[in-house]
């Protein structure tokens, strides 16, 4: 038996009749006596505890995952405040689940990445005593605005194993960098990471790219602290952008670095892998200071990169060839998109086109949601299951079940 998936959206002012509305919507003409998760993006403009008080009203016995998002995507488009969702089933032989929650990410990164993957793992040993199935993908949402998006991939990966494949999408707040939300049984948290470790006879096909390019020369990390690059060639970080455009401190600081640090990241190479880690600060220190959203090591060798709508658009269909293929002779049931704000900064009103050139490649009738993110996590090689997961800047990423 392949797995069933409804779809509902809303975008109502009031919190309680969004979720009611987009579950109406999820479960009309449902087919099943049985749902076995919904997954929820949603606007952080929401009384995130009504909304789910709405969705309840509908499903109530229904374990819902997800988080906030910066907006989230549905097939006919971009929901810039509204909800998103998905109910699926599925006989427990194709498709089971487990789900663990890590805290306190803004204190220990690391050690929430533990605790929601060791949690998961922990419930995942009782459902394969009976099903005999091993363990597929671990699908993460974590806080995108606090703690350390490089360490959280870290601490599922000391439990999982460096090449199991981890994917998700970094929680969002509507760009305001301020608060996020993450959805599990367990209710409505923040400065958490929702994890679902899965099994069965479910495939997956993973496709990630960017589509943002070098620009100039290699350049050394020369002093850093986690996600704070120090100095860059023995200089201030800021020097780097000062040179590029020709801006002292002060503007950068008063033309939000965040806004050019999107447009211009800053790109890492890893050894082994064809693309490039991007990065993209979002704020300047006191001392010249780049605060990035994810760790870059010290000694890294880096450059500046550059994109344009037609290199974003070309990563997105990309990443969408390579999830098909890597699924193999199996048909796309289901699709999750996880993308970053920048993309859809840099693409403006043209945003609808990078969702488009996806469903021309996976297929128009293919059941697909996904959000805008702080932050998008899955491995750059993943046709056989090898390959390190790592967190990015700027990508896209698309997963397909089937």
């Known amino acids: 038996m392949s797995i069933s998936v409804n779809l509902g959206w809303n975008s109502d002012n009031n919190s309680?009749?969004?979720?009611?509305?987009?579950?109406?919507?999820?479960?009309?003409?449902?087919?099943?006596?049985?749902?076995?998760?919904?997954?929820?993006?949603?606007?952080?403009?929401?009384?995130?505890?009504?909304?789910?008080?709405?969705?309840?009203?509908?499903?109530?016995?229904?374990?819902?995952?997800?988080?906030?998002?910066?907006?989230?995507?549905?097939?006919?488009?971009?929901?810039?405040?509204?909800?998103?969702?998905?109910?699926?089933?599925?006989?427990?032989?194709?498709?089971?689940?487990?789900?663990?929650?890590?805290?306190?990410?803004?204190?220990?990164?690391?050690d929430a990445g533990h605790q929601s993957a060791k949690a998961?793992?922990?419930?995942?040993?009782?459902?394969?005593?009976?099903?005999?199935?091993?363990?597929?993908?671990?699908?993460?949402?974590?806080?995108?605005?606090?703690?350390?998006?490089?360490?959280?991939?870290?601490?599922?990966?000391?439990?999982?194993?460096?090449?199991?494949?981890?994917?998700?999408?970094?929680?969002?707040?509507?760009?305001?960098?301020?608060?996020?939300?993450?959805?599990?049984?367990?209710?409505?948290?923040?400065?958490?990471?929702?994890?679902?470790?899965?099994?069965?006879?479910?495939?997956?096909?993973?496709?990630?790219?960017?589509?943002?390019?070098?620009?100039?020369?290699?350049?050394?990390?020369t002093k850093q602290n986690a996600n704070i690059i120090k100095e860059i060639n023995n200089q201030p970080a800021i020097s780097l952008y000062e040179e590029y455009f020709e801006k002292d401190t002060k503007i950068l600081k008063e033309e939000p670095l965040s806004m050019m640090g999107m447009l211009y990241p800053i790109g890492m190479k890893i050894p082994g892998e064809k693309e490039y880690v991007v990065r993209n600060p979002f704020k300047i220190g006191k001392n010249g200071e780049l605060i990035c959203t994810a760790e870059l090591p010290e000694k890294a060798k880096i450059r500046l990169m550059i994109g344009n709508k037609t290199s974003v658009i070309t990563a997105a269909r990309e990443a969408s060839l390579t999830a098909l293929k890597n699924l193999g002779q199996r048909s796309p049931k289901f699709a999750l998109v996880f993308t970053s704000i920048s993309r859809k900064k840099l693409l403006g009103r043209n945003s609808y086109k990078e969702i488009e050139t996806v469903k021309s490649i996976i297929g128009r009738n293919v059941p697909l949601i996904g959000f805008y993110t702080y932050g998008e996590q899955a491995p750059f090689t993943s046709d056989v299951y090898t390959g390190q997961s790592y967190f990015h800047n700027e990508a896209i990423v698309v997963t397909l079940i089937g």
């Open 16 to 110: 309680y009749k969004a979720g009611k509305s987009a579950a109406a919507q999820a479960i009309y003409n449902w087919q099943r006596n049985d749902i076995n998760l919904a997954l929820v993006f949603a606007s952080s403009r929401y009384n995130q505890n009504k909304l789910i008080d709405g969705i309840k009203s509908i499903i109530p016995d229904v374990p819902i995952f997800g988080c906030t998002a910066a907006s989230s995507i549905t097939p006919e488009g971009i929901l810039e405040n509204g909800i998103t969702m998905a109910i699926l089933s599925s006989d427990p032989e194709t498709f089971h689940y487990s789900w663990g929650l890590g805290k306190n990410v803004f204190k220990n990164s690391r």
């Open 120 to 221: 998961a793992i922990e419930e995942f040993k009782k459902i394969t005593s009976k099903y005999k199935s091993r363990r597929k993908y671990f699908l993460i949402f974590p806080d995108g605005v606090t703690g350390n998006g490089l360490d959280i991939i870290r601490g599922c990966q000391e439990i999982l194993g460096n090449n199991f494949p981890i994917i998700g999408g970094a929680a969002g707040d509507s760009y305001m960098f301020e608060k996020t939300y993450q959805y599990s049984p367990d209710g409505v948290t923040s400065n958490s990471i929702i994890g679902l470790l899965t099994g069965g006879e479910t495939e997956l096909g993973i496709g990630v790219r960017h589509g943002w390019n070098p620009l100039g020369k290699y350049r050394t990390i």
